[in-house]
């Protein structure tokens, strides 16, 4: 049992903190024992805390404690001795090698669910259990948040592993066992079609064309959120018209629009972006970078001359992201960058800092912007989302070109201004409307932390809907930048 002593970091305890508000603090060690205990600067190292196994992982023990903001200093006591974790910040003290943390958020006095005539409470936001804290490292006995510099040996080699691996494997590897992949008539009125994209909980579909008996092009929220922004701007596209006005008259007037727009009169149709079950992974992420899509169908014929097409899958950044984190998942030292904070790479698109110019701004909207104006800046940004700030630039919300098709239902967008509605409005409206699409394991907006390391954003961005994290400042919630699949996937591969 440690005695009583003074620090080299001065210490907080519970006993310290009245008057102060508590975080709940979650502690872990994931490296087995039959009597796990912690003790730390929170007791005075007078006192040691069991730790209970987590249920399904007996290896693995955890302690949650309520503590007050501020530096703690904390050690293990496992089987009758004394351990630190290696891998988390370490400090040299009175008591030999202990780790150290810092909790610097205070919680909010007010719950996370938003009320009607608050909307900046509103939250549906994911971020990791540790990700409002900042990882500290320990330099001639002063606290410092550590950068550490990457070899450009090491990005190489990682570069060039990803690269092999992609290279040797194919868009058959993505195909699941079992599954659904939709295909739309092109011949199918425009509003029907975007009731089956709310309805499946789906943000773009195949669109086949029965007469040619082939696939020509695809129908996406995007062309949603052009129809409707033509519809709030005087066009001479009507709400009648959308209720009969099939896709493929719809993709003419995308067109006419389009020559308008650019003033020169020479717009030709985009042919359909596709690839084959074995097409190499590389080639399939190349392809979604360089035409701008988020997805690719997997379509395949057996004639050579491409009649009787089948569609096997939709292909996106994300299932190829799958595929790199589980084939190195049990062997990450092949990839020396995965153990690096995001914050030295060259990834994503952040705010500059005072003095800096940033080529590429990023664009961001307050809750009470029109629904109007987000739409035009999706468009004019060429951005899938944009964060939604409070006047402080804290993270509230995110809106999405997927979040569009929530108006589909019940007609919603027939009832509504798009320069009078709100965002926030827009988003109770989806809200209610218990869209399926947008939401993973419950959450919206998925975040993570400049400090946090390559691999934890790549395993994120690998789930299913989610393609992009929002970088945050640790407590505040501000937004720091924003890293998207095609972002990550560019610097992996040197794009």
Same mark, same amino acid.
């Given at each position: 049992m440690?005695?009583?002593?003074?620090?080299?970091v001065?210490e907080?305890?519970v006993?310290?903190?009245?008057?102060?508000?508590?975080?709940p603090?979650?502690?872990v060690?994931p490296?087995?024992?039959?009597?796990?205990f912690?003790?730390?600067s929170?007791?005075?190292?007078?006192?040691?805390?069991p730790m209970s196994?987590?249920e399904g992982?007996p290896?693995?023990?955890?302690?949650?404690l309520?503590?007050? =903001?501020?530096?703690? $200093?904390y050690k293990?006591f496992?089987?009758g001795?004394?351990?630190?974790?290696?891998?988390?910040?370490?400090?040299?003290?009175?008591y030999?090698?202990?780790n150290i943390?810092?909790?610097?958020?205070?919680?909010?006095?007010?719950?996370?669910?938003?009320? =009607?005539?608050t909307?900046?409470s509103?939250? #549906?936001m994911d971020?990791?259990?540790?990700?409002l804290?900042?990882v500290?490292?320990?330099?001639?006995d002063?606290l410092?948040e550590a950068v550490?510099?990457?070899?450009?040996?090491?990005?190489e080699v990682?570069r060039?592993?990803?690269?092999?691996?992609?290279s040797? *494997?194919?868009?058959?590897e993505l195909?699941? &066992?079992?599954?659904?992949?939709?295909?739309?008539?092109?011949?199918?009125?425009?509003k029907?079609a975007?009731?089956?994209?709310?309805?499946?909980?789906?943000t773009?579909?195949?669109?086949?064309?029965?007469?040619?008996? $082939?696939?020509?092009?695809?129908?996406t929220?995007?062309?949603?959120v052009?129809i409707?922004? &033509?519809?709030?701007?005087?066009s001479?596209?009507?709400?009648?018209?959308l209720?009969?006005h099939?896709?493929?008259?719809?993709?003419?007037?995308k067109?006419h629009i389009?020559r $308008?727009?650019?003033?020169?009169?020479r717009?030709?149709?985009?042919?359909?972006?596709?690839?084959g079950?074995?097409?190499s992974? +590389?080639?399939?992420s190349?392809?979604i970078? $360089?035409n701008?899509? %988020?997805?690719?169908?997997?379509? #395949?014929?057996?004639?050579?001359?491409?009649?009787?097409?089948?569609?096997?899958h939709?292909?996106?950044?994300?299932?190829?992201?799958?595929?790199?984190?589980?084939?190195?998942? *049990?062997?990450s030292?092949? !990839?020396p960058?995965?153990q690096?904070?995001?914050?030295?790479?060259? !990834?994503?698109?952040?705010?500059? +800092?005072?003095?800096?110019?940033n080529?590429r701004?990023l664009?961001m909207l307050?809750?009470?912007?029109?629904?109007?104006?987000a739409l035009?800046?999706?468009?004019?940004?060429q951005?899938?989302?944009?964060p939604?700030v409070?006047?402080?630039?804290?993270?509230? @919300?995110i809106?999405?070109?997927?979040?569009?098709? %929530?108006?589909? +239902?019940?007609?919603?967008?027939?009832?509504?201004? !798009? @320069?009078?509605?709100?965002?926030y409005q827009?988003l109770?409206l989806?809200?209610? %409307?218990?869209?399926?699409?947008g939401?993973?394991?419950?959450?919206?907006?998925?975040?993570?932390?400049r400090?946090?390391?390559?691999? +934890?954003?790549?395993?994120?961005? %690998?789930?299913?809907?989610v393609r992009r994290?929002?970088?945050?400042?640790?407590g505040?919630?501000?937004? &720091?930048?924003?890293?998207?699949?095609s972002?990550?996937f560019?610097?992996l !591969?040197?794009?």
């Amino acid at each position: 049992m440690y005695s009583l002593g003074a620090d080299s970091v001065s210490e907080s305890s519970v006993g310290a903190a009245t008057g102060v508000n508590l975080i709940p603090a979650r502690f872990v060690w994931p490296y087995g024992g039959t009597s796990v205990f912690i003790s730390g600067s929170f007791t005075r190292w007078t006192e040691s805390i069991p730790m209970s196994p987590v249920e399904g992982c007996p290896v693995v023990f955890q302690a949650i404690l309520n503590l007050p =903001p501020g530096y703690h $200093q904390y050690k293990f006591f496992v089987d009758g001795e004394w351990r630190h974790d290696e891998r988390l910040p370490i400090v040299s003290g009175n008591y030999g090698i202990v780790n150290i943390r810092r909790l610097i958020r205070e919680p909010d006095p007010f719950p996370l669910t938003l009320a =009607p005539e608050t909307p900046r409470s509103r939250s #549906h936001m994911d971020v990791d259990e540790e990700a409002l804290e900042s990882v500290v490292t320990v330099i001639d006995d002063t606290l410092q948040e550590a950068v550490p510099n990457v070899s450009s040996v090491d990005l190489e080699v990682s570069r060039r592993r990803i690269s092999v691996f992609l290279s040797t *494997h194919t868009a058959y590897e993505l195909l699941p &066992e079992s599954g659904k992949v939709i295909a739309l008539d092109v011949n199918l009125p425009v509003k029907q079609a975007f009731h089956i994209l709310y309805e499946q909980g789906i943000t773009m579909a195949p669109l086949w064309d029965f007469c040619n008996a $082939q696939f020509v092009g695809v129908i996406t929220a995007s062309d949603f959120v052009l129809i409707l922004r &033509e519809l709030g701007h005087g066009s001479n596209l009507t709400e009648e018209e959308l209720e009969t006005h099939t896709i493929a008259a719809w993709k003419e007037g995308k067109m006419h629009i389009k020559r $308008q727009t650019d003033g020169n009169g020479r717009v030709f149709p985009r042919r359909l972006i596709q690839a084959g079950p074995y097409d190499s992974l +590389k080639d399939l992420s190349v392809k979604i970078m $360089q035409n701008d899509v %988020a997805t690719v169908p997997i379509i #395949h014929s057996a004639s050579q001359d491409g009649s009787f097409p089948q569609l096997l899958h939709i292909a996106s950044l994300s299932g190829i992201l799958k595929c790199i984190c589980r084939h190195f998942r *049990h062997s990450s030292s092949l !990839l020396p960058i995965l153990q690096q904070p995001i914050c030295s790479f060259p !990834l994503g698109t952040w705010l500059p +800092k005072i003095g800096e110019s940033n080529g590429r701004p990023l664009a961001m909207l307050r809750p009470n912007a029109s629904l109007y104006s987000a739409l035009s800046l999706l468009i004019q940004a060429q951005v899938s989302s944009i964060p939604i700030v409070d006047d402080n630039d804290s993270l509230l @919300d995110i809106y999405s070109r997927s979040d569009i098709t %929530a108006l589909a +239902k019940d007609k919603a967008y027939a009832r509504i201004q !798009l @320069d009078e509605m709100s965002i926030y409005q827009a988003l109770q409206l989806g809200q209610d %409307a218990s869209s399926p699409h947008g939401f993973v394991n419950g959450q919206r907006c998925h975040m993570c932390l400049r400090s946090d390391p390559l691999h +934890k954003v790549m395993e994120r961005l %690998a789930n299913p809907g989610v393609r992009r994290l929002v970088i945050v400042e640790a407590g505040s919630k501000r937004v &720091e930048g924003i890293i998207s699949l095609s972002d990550l996937f560019r610097f992996l !591969l040197g794009f």
